[in-house]
């Protein structure tokens, strides 16, 4: 055997001997390397089953977005259809959303042991916004007297109902159903067509006041409005709402919806965005006082619809008194 053989035989030898050496240093590294991530990821378990990742708290929040806003958006065109529509498509799709917000109001009310005329309560409810096409306050007025009439006599006569289910019962349709009519009256406003401009405009600033108040809070919230109530409310949030109703308004007087001035315009602007949030605070106290955290189920993403509607049925009241009161409408 000559001497190159036998050297190349050697030299193959220790090749295929550190080949060993490193497939050996490269395995223990990828074994190490997998028993680190094994280690991490244990370590990161029980956040994991919390859902307390930052992975798992971005997509969360993503998907509560992305149903948020859709369901919001088809709930928006559906009112804005009606209410461009006609007044009668808005007074019965109104009569729909009242009718549904004042059952989540007995639902709610239920819980709490308390024993409404809910049948009762449900019909005045659908009857409301219809008899306001009629735009007649003292007709609403009336009907609301009767109504407490009714109630009377049923409390006379059922000793086992407790003065308690009785006013509950009046207050139902009241908050639910009377507040919201008004959109119904402003839509009955004017005869011609600018009354369903002015009624979505001013859906838009409580619409406007909502949208910017809750992006505000969740990049900019660092100090909470009422933490007992609502825990996610920031006063930065409030703020930025009120700025969005204030700019509808403005736009309102821009664009000569109705001939309003500048200051009454921010005015408005201002009351309507304060008044919109006590209605959404009002709400949550009742939901908190029933250890509920939706009205509902039937909006995905918002809960319920009293939930969608809260500031809906305290700011357009306050809007169309505001108009009225300025002698607008």
């Known amino acids: 055997m000559s001497k190159l053989h036998v050297f190349t035989k050697r030299g193959s030898a220790h090749k295929s001997e550190q080949e060993m050496r490193s497939r050996l240093t490269s395995g223990l590294g990828l074994e190490r390397g997998i028993k680190k991530l094994e280690e991490r990821r244990s370590q990161k378990e029980s956040v994991r089953?919390?859902?307390e990742l930052k992975t798992q708290r971005a997509r969360a929040w993503t998907e509560k977005l992305l149903l948020r806003v859709f369901s919001g958006v088809l709930y928006s065109v559906a009112v804005v259809s009606c209410i461009y529509a006609?007044?009668?498509?808005t007074a019965f799709a109104i009569a729909a959303m009242a009718w549904l917000c004042c059952s989540e109001f007995f639902h709610m009310i239920k819980l709490a042991h308390y024993n409404p005329y809910d049948f009762v309560g449900l019909f005045v409810a659908l009857l409301f916004p219809i008899l306001a096409l009629f735009n007649s306050y003292t007709l609403l007025l009336g009907t609301a007297i009767l109504y407490a009439l009714v109630l009377s006599v049923l409390y006379i006569a059922s000793p086992h109902v407790t003065i308690a289910d009785t006013a509950l019962s009046f207050f139902a349709p009241m908050y639910t159903s009377l507040l919201f009519s008004h959109i119904v009256l402003l839509r009955?406003?004017?005869p011609n067509f600018s009354a369903a401009v002015l009624t979505l405009v001013v859906m838009c600033s409580v619409w406007a006041n909502d949208i910017s108040a809750y992006f505000v809070g969740c990049n900019f919230g660092k100090h909470p409005l009422a933490p007992t109530i609502s825990p996610h409310k920031s006063i930065e949030g409030f703020y930025g709402g009120l700025v969005a109703s204030v700019a509808v308004?403005?736009?309102i007087y821009y664009f000569g919806l109705v001939h309003i001035s500048l200051g009454y315009a921010l005015i408005?602007?201002?009351?309507?965005g304060i008044v919109s949030v006590i209605g959404d605070l009002f709400e949550s106290r009742i939901k908190r006082s029933v250890h509920l955290k939706d009205s509902g189920t039937i909006m995905p993403g918002h809960g319920g619809l009293l939930d969608r509607s809260d500031s809906m049925l305290f700011g357009c009241t306050a809007a169309y008194f505001l108009l009225v009161l300025g002698g607008l409408i």
């Open 249 to 251: 308004w403005f736009g």
């Open 86 to 89: 006609d007044p009668t498509s």
């Open 188 to 190: 009955c406003s004017q």
């Open 49 to 51: 089953q919390k859902g």
């Open 268 to 272: 408005c602007g201002l009351v309507v």
